[in-house]
């Protein structure tokens, strides 16, 4: 069978949204599956791609450079003041009464990234302008030549679902059609609501013409399908498949650990490898736990950060007043980020109290590791049901109340009364490996493969429109 992959993600190592496209590429392929891959040009040196030449074959959009100096100049300005808005709502702070219309006009083409046609490839490189309409024609052209007759495109950028589209207007029933939602269109958290609007027709059309929906949780699929039902669109609740995120077997085989945690006492590490959103997920509620320690206990734990906000949680400790307990890498490289997580001693995953079903790939990175892991958000009732069968995971709450079981933790973890396993085993819980296994790509990538298997013998490539 010839699978063809449609993303924007999957060959830079750095952003954790790659994880899942690379996960299925491997996964489609080690069952015997033809896979191609369709993407954008890389920009990046080879250490920072993933080795993807088991493809049978690999085509790349049609784009324009924009040059680094150029890019960062807007991309700066909108991410200030994004950071400024959110931090201000969670303040209870109105964004009508505090900042100027001028602002709120930036944060808007800030938000329009998530749908242009520019892509960000990395933090060190320049983006790309997707040129639409010579993309669309190679596209067509390449599955016609190699007779691809399965699909998969992967949101975001949505741009992703508007060439899926678009192709499989252009083929009908000879093209079968999976829509993958990586992550939410429409009700999406970190999409400026008028914007949010704007998708909803690409959603519509995305959900009615694809001969499958694939989306990351249970949740997520009953809100969409709730969704298309107030907008009066009938569609078929076993259109929709469950496909989590999940992790490779071999992606913590790392045998050297972090150069950058040399030195020094060895105290209790907690890190956090990722993303920070000022007011949704963000580190307060850990922050005031390590400020209520006393110093002898601040004294024997360690907080180590990687990520691109280097500077706003730089502002966080400033604030908190906890230079003696945190450690800010700022970015760094996915190997080096994967050693710093194998060399910890408990790994943090921030979520928001919106969340529903929202499981990112940052947890199976984690999860891939064995490290105990330490949840702050506890809302979301599909993650937290599915984290508690895998096992290994402590949930909190956000706010105060969070605050005062961290700090139970940590100086239950600190005590000399037990071994690491014992207390590991305590707060955290056992490792079920029978249930991490249904999170392993080769598995999950299985699942997937049968579901197209089971709707080509029923009926051939149909489905969609």
């Not at 040059?67 to 400024?84: A, C, D, H, Q």
């Not at 960000?120 to 599955?143: A, C, D, H, M, S």
């Not at 819980?429 to 029978?434: K, L, S, T």
């Amino acid at each position: 069978m010839r699978i063809a992959i449609l993303a924007f993600y999957g060959r830079q190592k750095r952003p954790v949204a790659s994880n899942r496209i690379y996960g299925l590429l491997r996964g489609l392929s080690s069952l015997g599956a033809d896979v191609y891959f369709l993407t954008v040009p890389t920009l990046l040196p080879p250490e920072e791609c993933f080795d993807i030449s088991f493809c049978k074959g690999i085509v790349e959009f049609s784009t324009l450079y924009i040059p680094e100096s150029i890019y960062e100049v807007g991309r700066g300005i909108m991410y200030k003041v994004v950071l400024r808005n959110l931090a201000m709502e969670a303040s209870g702070v109105t964004s009508k009464k505090k900042i100027p219309w001028f602002y709120d006009f930036l944060q808007n083409l800030w938000h329009l990234r998530y749908a242009s046609p520019i892509f960000r490839e990395n933090l060190n490189v320049g983006g790309q302008v997707v040129l639409r309409f010579p993309t669309k024609r190679k596209l067509l052209r390449y599955i016609l030549e190699n007779d691809i007759r399965v699909l998969i495109t992967s949101h975001g950028p949505p741009m992703s679902h508007e060439l899926g589209l678009y192709l499989k207007k252009k083929l009908g029933k000879r093209l079968y059609w999976i829509a993958d939602f990586r992550d939410p269109m429409v009700s999406n958290d970190y999409l400026f609501v008028g914007y949010s609007k704007k998708l909803a027709k690409l959603q519509r059309e995305t959900i009615t013409f694809a001969d499958i929906v694939t989306m990351v949780s249970h949740s997520m699929i009953r809100d969409t399908l709730e969704f298309v039902r107030k907008i009066g669109l009938s569609v078929d609740a076993n259109k929709f498949f469950c496909l989590y995120n999940g992790f490779l077997e071999d992606f913590q085989d790392l045998q050297q650990l972090s150069s950058l945690l040399v030195g020094g006492e060895r105290k209790l590490r907690i890190s956090y490898t990722g993303t920070i959103y000022p007011g949704k997920r963000d580190l307060s509620t850990l922050f005031q736990a390590l400020g209520i320690l006393s110093s002898e206990e601040a004294e024997r734990v360690e907080f180590v950060y990687t990520g691109n906000q280097g500077d706003f949680v730089r502002h966080m400790v400033e604030k908190y007043r906890l230079h003696s307990v945190c450690r800010v890498l700022g970015s760094v490289a996915k190997e080096e980020a994967l050693r710093i997580q194998k060399d910890s001693d408990v790994l943090l995953l921030l979520k928001s109290d919106s969340d529903r079903g929202v499981f990112t790939g940052k947890y199976f990175e984690y999860l891939s590791s064995g490290k105990p892991i330490l949840v702050v958000g506890d809302r979301d009732d599909e993650f937290n049901d599915v984290a508690r069968r895998v096992g290994r995971v402590k949930i909190v709450p956000n706010g105060l109340r969070g605050v005062y079981e961290i700090v139970e933790v940590l100086r239950f973890l600190l005590k000399d009364s037990a071994s690491w396993e014992e207390k590991v085993r305590a707060v955290f819980g056992d490792r079920r490996n029978d249930e991490v296994y249904r999170f392993n790509w080769n598995y999950l990538s299985k699942c997937l493969y049968e579901r197209i298997v089971q709707d080509f013998e029923v009926g051939g490539i149909c489905g969609g429109r």
